[in-house]
């Protein structure tokens, strides 16, 4: 999967570390750029300090995403000082201003005299998150405008205050009707209605007609709910259900799978410290599960950072398998020997190395191996929604090229008689069947092994293709867009 991160730089080199159980860690905060200006001293008394003022990290958020094309982030050490409400109000004005962000530039647009300079990032994220609160969220306009100019009045654009006010009051007022109404082109008109890029919203027209694509972009702007997947290894389903309450239920589409409601901070949860879960959609617990992993089995898994995988393959064979993960994100990397600590896995190598170089692990073989390589990640824009703006159109092509590198490697890398799963979380074909086909055409001692809904009944059966192939879609079965292939060497 792996798709919320720019493709990565390839590494010649490996670097290997063995991982123990040890006492659970607390997750490490990521610093986050600083941003220049003094506070006003009005400004300190009428909202809360910048340090901890929600609305204006989830502008500064928003910025580092339009401007920086970085992933939007929000785990910096300031979170840790809001209180849980404060904090789940920035998350949901980030994502949620990300998710109609098209939409609300449209609006703005309408009412500006004039257009924004394309240097005020920081200003037009706020004219963005501002709207956003006063259109999609129960934040009275007032407030919303009143926060907005503060947030301005106390940053370097302090000038523009009155810009801001006067664009907001206006704009509150627009019906977005009026805008949709001025496209001709269909395609057009939809992209901007469900804030989606043109040529990814032309794209899936053409190969999915007017109807699926609109179900698709819907699906994609809809918040996903809280999944977790119970760790073996530490507990069990009833187990956590009962310290859950009233908040969790069992997936219908996962075995191990719990749904959250409402979401909310996770480290909070009971059996978090304990390791008694790892945050994981239901789509993404399958790949691992359709490997069928063995007590003493050696298993490879590619690309393997932040290790939900990873600690799911020791979970479904009680630690007793040898598992080598790979990635070359060193902070990745950091985040997945935490994460592996915590959940008690054990009998993991981990390697620094890029899977796409040919050389790494050279002379190495696996019983099996588990491939969920990076892709355009268009299958998990509901999660993330900063993917819509973060691709180009020539990407699918891109990562496909990459995938097929690193499943040829793959191919040298699996013993006779292996299992190997691929899997993306891209709705992409190039990314999907199509790399699967272009594979077993040049490799004849591979073929497909087919999901079958008999094997797994939970799997709903439109989501099994007519090759035996699993396709999750978003809009379909309301889970995470996922592809996932089971190929077999002879």
């Known amino acids: 999967m792996k798709s919320t991160d720019t493709p990565r730089p390839r590494a010649t080199t490996s670097r290997r570390l063995a991982v123990q159980a040890a006492p659970r860690n607390q997750p490490q905060p990521v610093p986050t750029r600083a941003r220049p200006g003094m506070p006003t001293a009005a400004a300190a008394t009428t909202i809360p300090p910048r340090a901890t003022n929600p609305r204006r990290l989830a502008a500064e958020a928003?910025?580092?995403?339009?401007?920086?094309?970085?992933?939007?982030?929000?785990?910096?050490?300031?979170?840790?000082?809001?209180?849980?409400?404060?904090?789940g109000l920035a998350l949901e004005i980030a994502a949620g201003t990300l998710r109609h962000l098209t939409l609300l530039d449209a609006i703005l647009d309408s009412r500006m005299p004039r257009p924004l300079a394309k240097g005020r990032h920081f200003l037009r994220a706020v004219l963005r998150t501002a709207l956003y609160q006063a259109r999609f969220l129960r934040i009275p306009d007032r407030a919303a405008i009143h926060e907005a100019v503060e947030l301005v009045k106390d940053?370097?654009?302090?000038?523009?205050?009155?810009?801001?006010?006067?664009?907001?009051?206006?704009?509150?007022?627009?019906?977005?009707?009026?805008?949709?109404?001025?496209?001709?082109?269909?395609?057009?008109?939809?992209?901007?209605?469900?804030?989606?890029?043109?040529?990814?919203?032309?794209?899936?027209?053409?190969?999915l007609g007017e109807e699926a694509t609109r179900a698709r972009l819907l699906a994609n702007n809809t918040p996903p709910p809280l999944v977790l997947r119970v760790n073996g290894l530490k507990s069990d389903r009833d187990t956590l259900l009962a310290?859950?309450?009233?908040?969790?239920?069992?997936?219908?589409?996962?075995?191990?799978?719990?749904?959250?409601?409402?979401?909310?901070?996770?480290?909070?949860?009971?059996?978090?410290?304990?390791?008694?879960?790892?945050?994981?959609?239901?789509?993404?617990?399958?790949?691992?599960?359709?490997?069928?992993?063995?007590?003493?089995?050696?298993?490879?898994?590619?690309?393997?950072?932040?290790?939900?995988?990873?600690?799911?393959?020791?979970?479904?064979?009680?630690?007793?398998?040898?598992?080598?993960?790979?990635?070359?994100?060193?902070?990745?990397?950091?985040?997945?020997?935490?994460?592996?600590?915590?959940?008690?896995?054990?009998?993991?190598?981990?390697?620094?190395?890029?899977?796409?170089?040919?050389?790494?692990?050279?002379?190495?073989?696996?019983?099996?191996?588990?491939?969920?390589?990076?892709?355009?990640?268009?299958?998990?824009?509901?999660?993330?929604?900063?993917?819509?703006?973060?691709?180009?159109?020539?990407?699918?092509?891109?990562?496909?090229?990459?995938?097929?590198?690193?499943?040829?490697?793959?191919?040298?890398?699996?013993?006779?008689?292996?299992?190997?799963?691929y899997a993306v979380c891209s709705l992409e074909p190039e990314e999907g069947a199509e790399r699967i086909q272009e594979f077993l055409s040049t490799h004849p001692h591979w073929h497909r092994l087919p999901i079958t809904p008999r094997e797994h009944p939970t799997l709903p059966p439109a989501a099994i293709t007519p090759e035996g192939d699993l396709r999750f879609e978003p809009a379909r079965d309301a889970l995470d867009g996922f592809f996932i292939a089971r190929l077999k060497r002879d």
């Open 62 to 87: 928003v910025t580092r995403v339009t401007r920086d094309g970085l992933a939007l982030s929000l785990t910096d050490a300031r979170l840790a000082e809001l209180d849980p409400r404060d904090r």
């Open 155 to 207: 940053s370097p654009d302090h000038p523009k205050a009155g810009f801001v006010n006067a664009v907001l009051r206006a704009a509150i007022h627009v019906e977005p009707a009026t805008l949709l109404d001025a496209h001709t082109d269909p395609v057009a008109r939809l992209a901007l209605e469900h804030s989606h890029p043109a040529w990814l919203t032309r794209r899936w027209w053409h190969s």
């Open 243 to 421: 310290a859950l309450g009233t908040r969790g239920a069992p997936h219908p589409l996962a075995p191990d799978g719990i749904i959250i409601t409402p979401s909310g901070p996770v480290e909070a949860l009971p059996g978090y410290r304990e390791g008694w879960f790892a945050v994981q959609d239901a789509a993404a617990q399958w790949p691992a599960r359709l490997l069928d992993p063995r007590p003493g089995e050696e298993i490879l898994d590619l690309c393997a950072a932040p290790g939900g995988k990873t600690a799911q393959l020791a979970d479904l064979t009680g630690n007793q398998a040898r598992i080598h993960a790979v990635d070359n994100n060193p902070s990745r990397l950091k985040t997945l020997t935490e994460n592996l600590t915590r959940l008690g896995v054990q009998q993991v190598t981990i390697t620094a190395g890029d899977a796409a170089h040919p050389d790494l692990l050279a002379g190495e073989t696996f019983d099996k191996i588990l491939a969920d390589l990076p892709c355009t990640g268009t299958g998990v824009i509901r999660r993330h929604p900063e993917i819509k703006w973060r691709r180009q159109e020539e990407d699918p092509r891109r990562m496909a090229a990459i995938q097929q590198t690193i499943l040829e490697n793959c191919a040298h890398r699996l013993r006779p008689g292996g299992l190997l799963v």
